[in-house]
Nanobody, 127 residues
């Protein structure tokens, strides 16, 4: 499984960005999917996830501002980010796993259980 993120960049506070993650695999067709982020000196944290039932969950800090979605026809995961704040500045990573049985918000805390990761894309929000 290969994951390739794109769409990061620099934006002013209040702006928007959409991150994309192309998921390629010849073996699996269904995954848990998620977006995680890490800023310097901090632990990687879950931002938004989709479990195997298709249920989405969000970190409290991004609820109402970020939307995770997937396009199965394009094998692509998205993260629409609106009303960006300087504290959203981080490296954003997409993650996938075909076996995780964790459901709902608990998946946000399961970064150690995701088996596949992208290389990351930087998001910088200036005030």
């Amino acid at each position: 499984v290969q994951l390739v993120e794109s769409g990061g960049g620099s934006v002013q506070s209040g702006g928007s960005l959409t991150l994309s993650c192309a998921v390629s695999s010849v073996t699996y067709r269904h995954y848990c999917l998620g977006w995680f982020r890490q800023s310097p000196g901090k632990r990687r944290e879950g931002v938004a996830v989709i479990d195997l039932d298709g249920t989405t969950s969000y970190a409290d800090s991004v609820k109402g501002r970020f939307t995770i979605s997937q396009d199965n026809a394009k094998n692509t995961l998205y993260l629409q980010m609106n009303s960006l704040k300087p504290e959203d500045t981080a490296m954003y990573y997409c993650a996938a796993d075909p076996y995780l049985q964790i459901r709902g918000p608990d998946l946000l805390n399961a970064k150690g259980d995701f088996g596949y990761w992208g290389q990351g894309t930087q998001v910088t929000v200036s005030s």
